[in-house]
């Protein structure tokens, strides 16, 4: 595993450990990241800071799952690669690896949303709430991480 990626995952059960859940949201405003809900069109998830501080912004139209594995990704870009300026996801499946800070931010959310060993923490992983593409896709990143 590369050192980056697996920095993502041991990052992501730290986070995990301190604050006793699996909720990006939860974790995000205990670190002081103001997030949010609106309308992004067809955008999924945007982070962006100003001087002093940092802010997600999940697509109010997705259901509630995807919103927790949106925010997850842009949570990881909040605290790993805060030296962005913005970045958002137009489409959460990034499976050539070009774009190395989006690969990283997918294991962390793997890792976030399935924790370890088949664990998923607050999340049902169930039936319609996660589509079998978007399951297959952080399981084989967790278990590849």
């Known amino acids: 595993m590369g050192n980056r990626k697996k920095e993502m995952v ?9 604050y006793r859940t699996h ?8 670190k002081g990241i103001t997030v949010s809900l609106a ?4 955008v999924k998830g945007i982070y962006f800071k100003t001087v002093r501080r940092k802010f997600i912004t999940v697509n109010q139209n ?3 799952l995807f919103r927790h594995v949106v925010c997850a990704h842009e949570l990881c870009h909040a605290i790993k690669h805060h030296d962005l300026d913005w970045r958002h996801i137009d489409h ?4 050539s690896g070009r774009m190395e800070k989006e690969t990283e931010a ?21 039936g319609e709430h996660m589509s079998e593409e978007l399951f297959t896709y952080l399981t084989g990143l967790r278990q590849k991480y």
């Open 62 to 64: 997705l259901d509630e």
């Open 106 to 126: 997918n294991v962390f959310t793997a890792a976030m949303v399935l924790g370890s060993g088949g664990d998923y923490g607050d999340f049902d992983m169930t």
């Open 92 to 95: 959460f499946f990034t499976y």
């Open 10 to 18: 041991l990052e992501a059960n730290r986070l995990i450990r301190r």
């Open 39 to 42: 309308d992004l069109s067809g």
């Open 23 to 30: 909720n990006p949201f939860v974790i995000a405003k205990n």
